[in-house]
C-alpha cells in the first residue's frame, strides 16, 4: 500500500512539475521582458537635445533578460495611474540582453502621436509606481512593477537592477549621493542610461562631460 502510494505521489509531482513547465514555457516571453533602470527626478540634459526639461530628461530602461528575442508590440508604460493611461507605447523587436531607453521626451512625442495627453513619463518626484504592462486581445498582463520613494527620486539618482543580480533592485546615486537610510541602497555608482548596470563607475571618478559622451557614443 505504501510502495502504491509513493508511485502516486511521485507520479502526481510529475505531472504537476511539466504542467507548471509548460506554463512558464507558454508565458516566457512576458517573463523575460523587465524594467531595468529609471531616473524620476533628472536635473540634467539626459536625453542629449541641448535643453534641460525636468519632463523631458526623465527616462526608463527596459531589458530583455531571456534566451529570445521579444516582439514589443503590445508592451506599454504606466505609473500609478495604471492600465489605459499609458504614457509610452512599444515597437519592434528587442534582441537577447538588448536594453530599450525611452525619455520622456519620446513619451511626450508618443503621447502627442496617440492621442493621449501630453505628461511625458510622469515619474512622482515624491514616489511613484512604474509599471510595464502587455496588452494581448482582451487581455492586459502586468509583466513587471517597481514602487520607489522621494529619496530614490532625488535629484539625478536612478534606481535599478544589479546586472548579475538582476532581483536585486539599488540606487545609482554617485552624482548625489544618499545618505542612510537609503530605499533602495545606494551603491555610490553613476546612474547608467543605455548601459549594463555594472556599478563600475565610481562617484568622482569621471566628469560629466565624460559621461554623458560616453553614453552618446
Do not use: H
Not at 7 to 18: C, G, T
Not at 64 to 79: F, H, M, W
Not at 99 to 127: C, H, K, M
Not at 153 to 170: E, F, L, M
Amino acid at each position: 500500500m505504501v510502495m502504491r502510494m509513493r508511485k502516486a505521489f511521485r507520479f502526481l509531482f510529475l505531472y504537476v512539475f511539466l504542467a507548471f513547465s509548460i506554463s512558464m514555457a507558454g508565458s516566457g516571453a512576458v517573463a523575460q521582458i523587465v524594467l531595468n533602470e529609471f531616473m524620476a527626478d533628472p536635473a540634467r540634459d539626459w536625453d542629449g537635445d541641448g535643453v534641460y526639461s525636468y519632463r523631458d530628461d526623465e527616462w526608463v530602461e527596459i531589458a530583455n533578460l531571456g534566451s529570445s528575442s521579444v516582439d514589443l508590440a503590445g508592451y506599454y508604460l504606466s505609473d500609478g495611474e495604471g492600465p489605459s493611461l499609458w504614457r509610452y507605447g512599444f515597437s519592434g523587436v528587442l534582441a537577447p540582453r538588448e536594453i530599450i531607453i525611452v525619455y520622456g521626451s519620446d513619451s511626450r512625442a508618443w503621447e502627442e502621436s496617440a492621442g493621449f495627453p501630453i505628461y511625458g513619463l510622469s515619474l512622482n518626484n515624491t514616489g511613484d509606481d512604474l509599471r510595464l504592462y502587455r496588452v494581448a486581445g482582451e487581455d492586459t498582463i502586468l509583466v513587471d512593477a517597481y514602487t520607489f520613494g522621494d529619496k530614490a527620486a532625488d535629484n539625478d539618482r536612478s534606481v535599478g537592477r544589479r546586472s548579475r543580480v538582476p532581483d536585486i533592485w539599488i540606487m545609482f546615486d554617485g552624482l548625489n549621493p544618499c545618505s542612510d537610510p537609503c530605499d533602495p541602497p545606494s551603491s555610490g555608482c553613476n546612474p547608467t542610461p543605455g548601459q549594463p548596470n555594472d556599478c563600475a563607475t565610481r562617484s568622482g571618478s569621471e566628469s560629466w562631460g565624460a559621461i554623458k559622451n560616453r553614453y552618446s557614443g
